[in-house]
């Protein structure tokens, strides 16, 4: 037996470093070759990063949260392996440093215990169960699992975790489901009760990502908001008569589809809105393919996969790339090169999308459209009231490119397309 030290490898091309999300082993287990240690992230892809050897883990390296750079030691093993390391498939980069450490060093920290599974109590108390995790440490659990979680409207903070590093199963949540069903509010006990609990969360992983670039955007762009309704009436009939006659392998037809092509025939007039701003550089980057990203809600957070060359796809490659898009960044699969790239943001949050909204630029593009809520109103058309289906369809520009009027020049023309939809299909 000797002492085996597993470095970090490179998990993404170009990737200096990583973020340590979760601790699947902690200091005294007992591995497998190939069993499952860390979760990381680089960019908005998390990575699981298995075990090269089979031993015991003597010590473990980066608090969850903070940064380790590629070729630092991970894990530290007694093995049979002997006394070789494990070399990263790229070089530790010079200026590389520990995000979170007090010292170059990365400090060996344990991972979570595991929870215990024991019979919770009812009401309030069992609220107050030890879930494995120390205050502010992020729960573990597949995305299938936080999915579930969201749809029920539990937070998994409170929920105890079995498995390994007290990750989440699906049994863990349904057996809180079941508790939960069984204590609340039996017994005629009054609901009005008092709550003085705070839970602490560490904002890490992808949570923190979201969080950089959104305040990134909002510091470096001077947003322009412009608002238009439109009437929809004669898209929705075709799109409900598209959907009744389409074929197997015909993807469903949502809204989105002919807005991504709406703005695909609109953007050539608009050039500098089809763009990214390098303002470190000074340079405009307009591009000629238009790359559409589509903004997402996943169990984890907002990512926004990218539809490439939405000008060579029609109305049924997009829909079918949009959803597959979705499926794979909600599951988790979806490749690096899928997530970058954008030339323009649509974002959509559909019957949620309200009134009115104020999106946030996806930087370094310049624009980003935000299609509201699909309403019946009463119109006045001539002397008449008349109900028709209608939209708002919100936008932000970078003022620093795109002139108010230029902004609303395009939007415009977005709607003239929507309202009068066969003009999509003309060349």
């Avoid at 970090?8 to 287990?29: F, I, N, R, S």
């Avoid at 969201?150 to 105890?160: A, E, F, K, N, T």
């Avoid at 699969?333 to 974002?347: D, K, N, P, Q, V």
């Amino acid at each position: 037996m000797g002492r085996y030290l597993f470095r970090l490898p490179d998990v993404g091309e170009g990737v200096a470093e990583a973020e340590v999300v979760a601790w699947l082993v902690k200091v005294g287990d007992v591995v497998e070759e190939d069993q499952n240690l860390a979760e990381v992230m680089t960019d908005k892809a998390t990575v699981e990063i298995s075990s090269p050897v089979a031993g015991v883990v003597v010590a473990v390296h980066g608090e969850v949260g903070g940064m380790l750079p590629v070729g630092a030691v991970l894990v530290e093993f007694e093995s049979e392996a002997g006394v070789e390391t494990r070399a990263a498939t790229a070089p530790v980069p010079a200026e590389a440093t520990m995000d979170a450490a007090p010292s170059p060093a990365p400090v060996p920290t344990p991972a979570p215990a595991l929870a215990e599974r024991t019979a919770a109590p009812s009401g309030a108390l069992r609220r107050s169960v030890s879930s494995g995790r120390s205050a502010g440490e992020a729960p573990l659990a597949s995305p299938s699992t936080r999915r579930r979680a969201l749809d029920l409207g539990v937070s998994l903070i409170q929920v105890p975790g079995t498995g390994p590093a007290g990750r989440i199963t699906p049994d863990d949540l349904e057996a809180y489901l079941v508790a939960d069903s069984e204590g609340g509010g039996g017994g005629g006990a009054s609901s009005l009760v008092a709550r003085h609990g705070v839970n602490d969360t560490r904002i890490v992983g992808l949570r923190r990502k979201i969080a950089e670039k959104m305040q990134e955007a909002k510091r470096r762009i001077p947003h322009i908001n412009y608002v238009e309704e439109c009437d929809l009436t004669e898209l929705e009939a075709l799109r409900l008569d598209l959907n009744q006659h389409r074929t197997e392998d015909q993807p469903k037809l949502t809204l989105l589809p002919f807005i991504m092509r709406a703005m695909v025939k609109a953007l050539p007039d608009y050039p500098q809105i089809n763009a990214r701003y390098d303002d470190d550089a000074g340079v405009l980057h307009a591009h000629e393919g238009v790359h559409i990203g589509i903004a997402t809600q996943t169990p984890n957070g907002l990512i926004v996969p990218v539809v490439r060359h939405a000008e060579a796809r029609d109305l049924w490659d997009c829909a079918r790339e949009v959803a597959r898009l979705a499926k794979a960044v909600r599951d988790g699969t979806a490749a690096r090169e899928e997530l970058s790239g954008s030339t323009i943001t649509l974002t959509s949050m559909g019957p949620l999308g309200g009134i009115s909204s104020s999106p946030v630029i996806n930087h370094p593009e310049v624009a980003i459209l935000n299609p509201n809520k699909l309403v019946d109103r009463p119109m006045v058309q001539g002397a008449f009231v008349t109900v028709r289906k209608m939209m708002n369809l919100s936008s932000a520009f970078d003022h620093r490119i795109v002139d108010g009027y230029d902004g609303a020049l395009f939007v415009q023309r977005v709607k003239r397309l929507l309202e009068h939809p066969a003009l999509i299909f003309m060349d």
